[in-house]
């Protein structure tokens, strides 16, 4: 067999994060990768039927010039099951791996049951759509996790979701999925992100207001609402800072951004959406990323701003510690709680600390003796940040000549820890997990 393998990658809800990550990794393999996609829209019909038409495009115009695939890699939104048994003249034999980006059971539904992309769910769980992901795994050879977290979290919900039937179930389904489920973080295009003007140390003057990012979907799943509310509690601290709201938005009315961008407009850098240029931008600019979701199977946005040197304040659960290293969790992490009002609490004094330790670092920097009045306030503030403040000083109370200033110590540990998931890193990393996943069902 070659070490360039023929792989037919499957994408039928083709758009945004899907689609950069398949044509991503298409443009750095060493492989031969033919995508076949649908278009990114009608979610829920592409789940249930986008299988019967990638396979009757697979049956009448055959991948590569007619020759078969070494190996099938398809996104959980197919119904892999279904596409091997409308394709198996053809497709019998071939291993299949199955990529979950998410999935349809352990997704969180919204608190308003009426709002929303789950509306017509009443506020309950669509179990037929989990059970297409089930099928799909059931009938992949590996099934690849796209974080631990996202690993852990599904397997563990899986007897829970077996018991719900009456009869004819098995202990050891969730076993054999277990057997079978590996994790392939994933690759990005990080590099697309660098900019001359901008990777220089983000040393700033001490009378320039930090700028706080928030680069989400605008869906409930990333809690907009608790986010403002931790924006709220941190100007009410006495923390100082500009606003940058950007991120995917496809709902009709946002009434939450719309409060906030009413209360906050004196101090709003961006609002809505952001093209490619004006997001790197942002990203540079920004002094502190923000999450307070509610779930998170990756964190690409949060990838991103770490990229560019970005000071995180991120919850202390879901896919998040896995891109944070070890010795910095206790700075850039608050603890995760059920409770929405000590949520906010929590969120808005980690943002209050990051800030001040931002704003209190640029003067530093700046080699002003003073701080400035942000880092006055909020220098001393918890977060685990206050050892980061501490400058080593010599005996006459300089600071050490050649060491980095603590701040930039940090953005420059954080960007390299998700630096390894850029694609010049990820794809050979793929290219050869595939060959060894081939070689074990051969």
């Avoid at 309950?124 to 089930?134: F, G, S, T």
């Avoid at 007897?159 to 690759?187: C, M, N």
């Avoid at 940040?385 to 005996?395: C, F, G, M, T, V």
Wanted: net charge negative.
């Amino acid at each position: 067999m070659s070490s360039t393998l023929r792989i037919l990658l499957l994408s039928p809800f083709h758009g945004g994060s899907h689609k950069a990550w398949a044509e991503g990794w298409a443009r750095r393999s060493e492989h031969q990768i033919e995508i076949r996609s649908l278009p990114d829209q009608y979610w829920k019909w592409r789940l249930t039927g986008g299988a019967l038409r990638l396979a009757d495009d697979f049956n009448s115009r055959p991948p590569f010039a007619g020759e078969a695939p070494d190996l099938i890699v398809a996104t959980d939104m197919l119904d892999l099951s279904t596409f091997l048994a409308l394709t198996r003249e053809k497709t019998a034999g071939i291993p299949a791996i199955l990529y979950a980006h998410e999935n349809q059971w352990t997704y969180p539904l919204p608190e308003d049951p009426e709002t929303g992309p789950m509306r017509r769910q009443g506020g309950k769980p669509d179990r037929q759509l989990a059970w297409i992901n089930i099928r799909s795994m059931f009938a992949a050879d590996i099934v690849a996790f796209n974080s631990s977290f996202h690993r852990e979290e599904f397997l563990s919900s899986l007897p829970a979701f077996f018991r719900h039937y009456p009869d004819e179930t098995d202990p050891s389904w969730t076993q054999r999925i277990e057997a079978k489920s590996r994790v392939l973080p994933l690759g990005i295009d990080l590099g697309r992100l660098d900019d001359e003007v901008f990777a220089a140390p983000k040393v700033r003057s001490q009378d320039r207001v930090p700028l706080v990012l928030w680069n989400h979907r605008w869906e409930y799943d990333k809690d907009p609402q608790t986010f403002f509310a931790a924006v709220d509690h941190a100007l009410s601290q006495g923390a100082e800072f500009r606003l940058a709201v950007c991120g995917a938005n496809v709902r009709h009315e946002a009434p939450e951004f719309d409060a906030a961008r009413a209360r906050h407009e004196d101090r709003i850098a961006h609002w809505g959406y952001a093209d490619a240029d004006t997001y790197r931008r942002l990203l540079w600019e920004s002094d502190v990323v923000v999450s307070t979701a509610r779930h998170e199977f990756f964190g690409i946005s949060v990838c991103e701003a770490l990229y560019c040197r970005t000071m995180p304040v991120l919850p202390r659960s879901l896919a998040y510690p896995e891109l944070i290293p070890e010795t910095l969790r206790g700075r850039v992490l608050y603890d995760a709680v059920p409770n929405a009002d000590e949520k906010i609490l929590k969120a808005g004094r980690a943002l209050a600390a990051a800030v001040g330790f931002v704003a209190n670092e640029r003067s530093e920097a700046q080699g002003h003796g003073a701080r400035s009045q942000v880092a006055q306030r909020q220098g001393a503030q918890s977060h685990g940040l206050q050892e980061q403040d501490a400058r080593r000083q010599d005996a006459g109370g300089n600071n050490t000549a050649n060491e980095e200033p603590a701040l930039e110590a940090t953005l420059t540990q954080l960007r390299d820890a998700v630096s390894v998931h850029d694609w010049s890193v990820r794809a050979p990393e793929y290219d050869q997990r595939m060959r060894e996943w081939l070689q074990t069902k051969g």
